[in-house]
């Protein structure tokens, strides 16, 4: 039986790239049409003209904050999903509550939120019985995973989250193949399995998400003999990464496309860069176009050593949401880029706020080259950074590449930060 789940994963790259964007543009146009939210965010836009990343990054990024604020603010006939779907509620099959709350739509297609291939490339096959421990309960993560495995050909065992010891007892009867849930809720029925003198020995393979899985938790679970992946996925878009060798990063979904943005703009970082995960989508119920997810990560180099040829997240490097109180005031991202884009000379940079006892202080690390720090310059940019965010800040010009690569635009050094 194959290792991949269908051609798509072993395309040329180019021929990937041309096919997600042409989709791209038909998308933009559908989105138009069809989704009164994204006819008002793309007023303008000519969805032909949208074939490549340059024309991506000038479209708006739009952020779960503005989902919320749409769907709790906007027109009555746009609710419950602000009129950025684009498809009638009553032809949905489901709709989950997200907490914020923010509504989730579900549709009627096998598999909507693609996740069969992140469990095809966990190990799972036709036939295997898979005890899901999502929820179920207003979240779509249960369902998610459960259309992704019936696409495959899996039983499944709605188990969710909690009664540990059913959890155990169920597994020790039905003997299920395989496991999906958080990494943190395996190790407890396994714990409690021991506990109880259960065999669970039946499972062999694990797809977990939802939290962080570290190399001490990988190897524990492995040493239950269970192989366990992990996948990037949200409510919002479906599956968007998923590990197919362990610690070599994460193969981008198919029908996502990802760009890997500068915290608090829509500008694309440089190649290796960290910067926040913004995601589009191809699925046409929902057409979310430049959905930033708030997570830190970057795209690694090369292909993966399984044999995909889509590119690789390294996974999730922590927040992009930096925004911090400096003085009574909210400094956020945007405010610091806005500084960098006032001077041409600046590359990357950085606002560290220390201090203790409420006596703040804000210092901004710009990258600089010798030959550009020109007479007068840092005075300039110290002026910039008042008059953007209202508050006195230092200057400190280093060299490029002395900041270090983690996406960070603020970082809060006060010993309660």
């Known amino acids: 039986m194959s290792d991949f789940l269908d051609e798509l994963e072993t395309r040329d790259p180019e021929e990937r790239e041309r096919r997600q964007f042409a989709a791209l543009s038909e998308q933009v146009a559908h989105a138009t049409r069809a989704a009164p939210a994204f006819?008002?965010?793309?007023?303008?836009?000519?969805?032909?003209?949208?074939?490549?990343?340059?024309?991506?990054?000038?479209?708006?990024?739009?952020?779960?904050?503005?989902?919320?604020?749409?769907?709790?603010?906007?027109?009555?006939?746009?609710?419950?999903?602000?009129?950025?779907?684009?498809?009638?509620?009553?032809?949905?099959?489901?709709?989950?509550?997200?907490?914020?709350?923010?509504?989730?739509?579900?549709?009627?297609?096998?598999?909507?939120?693609?996740?069969?291939?992140?469990?095809?490339?966990?190990?799972?096959?036709?036939?295997?019985?898979?005890?899901?421990?999502?929820?179920?309960?207003?979240?779509?993560?249960?369902?998610?995973?459960?259309?992704?495995?019936?696409?495959?050909?899996?039983?499944?065992?709605?188990?969710?989250?909690?009664?540990?010891?059913?959890?155990?007892?169920?597994?020790?009867?039905?003997?299920?193949?395989?496991?999906?849930?958080?990494?943190?809720?395996?190790?407890?029925i396994l714990e409690k399995g021991r506990e109880m003198g259960a065999d669970l020995s039946s499972m062999r393979r694990a797809l977990v998400?939802?939290?962080?899985?570290?190399?001490?938790?990988?190897?524990?679970?492995?040493?239950?003999?269970?192989?366990?992946?992990?996948?990037?996925?949200?409510?919002?878009?479906?599956?968007?990464?998923?590990?197919?060798?362990?610690?070599?990063?994460?193969?981008?979904?198919?029908?996502?496309?990802?760009?890997?943005?500068?915290?608090?703009?829509?500008?694309?970082?440089?190649p290796g860069e960290v910067g926040e995960v913004v995601v589009t989508t191809l699925n046409p119920d929902y057409p979310l176009i430049r959905f930033a997810t708030g997570d830190l990560s970057m795209l690694l180099p090369g292909a993966s050593p399984c044999g995909r040829t889509a590119p690789r997240l390294k996974g999730w490097m922590g927040r992009a949401d930096q925004t911090t109180k400096v003085r009574g005031m909210f400094v956020h991202p945007s405010q610091v880029a806005e500084v960098a884009r006032r001077h041409a000379a600046i590359g990357r940079c950085r606002l560290v706020v220390s201090g203790e006892g409420g006596s703040d202080r804000m210092e901004l690390r710009a990258e600089v080259a010798p030959a550009a720090r020109g007479e007068g310059l840092a005075e300039a940019i110290a002026q910039s950074i008042q008059a953007v965010t209202r508050l006195r800040g230092e200057v400190v010009l280093v060299d490029p590449g002395a900041l270090p690569n983690d996406g960070k635009v603020i970082e809060d050094a006060r010993a309660n930060g």
């Open 39 to 188: 006819a008002e965010l793309l007023a303008g836009v000519d969805p032909a003209a949208v074939t490549d990343r340059a024309a991506l990054a000038r479209l708006p990024v739009i952020r779960k904050s503005e989902l919320m604020e749409r769907q709790k603010g906007g027109p009555e006939a746009h609710r419950p999903f602000g009129g950025l779907t684009a498809v009638e509620t009553g032809r949905l099959a489901r709709i989950f509550a997200s907490p914020g709350p923010i509504y989730d739509p579900d549709g009627r297609r096998g598999d909507w939120w693609r996740m069969a291939r992140a469990l095809w490339a966990a190990g799972f096959r036709r036939g295997d019985v898979v005890h899901n421990c999502f929820s179920y309960h207003f979240t779509p993560a249960g369902m998610m995973l459960e259309t992704g495995a019936q696409e495959i050909g899996c039983a499944v065992v709605p188990a969710g989250v909690g009664n540990t010891e059913q959890q155990v007892r169920a597994i020790a009867d039905i003997r299920p193949a395989g496991y999906v849930g958080t990494p943190s809720f395996l190790r407890i």
């Open 209 to 270: 998400s939802g939290e962080a899985l570290p190399p001490a938790l990988r190897a524990e679970i492995g040493a239950a003999g269970i192989a366990v992946r992990q996948c990037y996925a949200t409510a919002d878009l479906g599956l968007i990464a998923y590990e197919s060798v362990p610690d070599a990063g994460l193969v981008l979904d198919e029908w996502v496309i990802v760009e890997i943005l500068r915290p608090g703009t829509g500008d694309p970082v440089g």
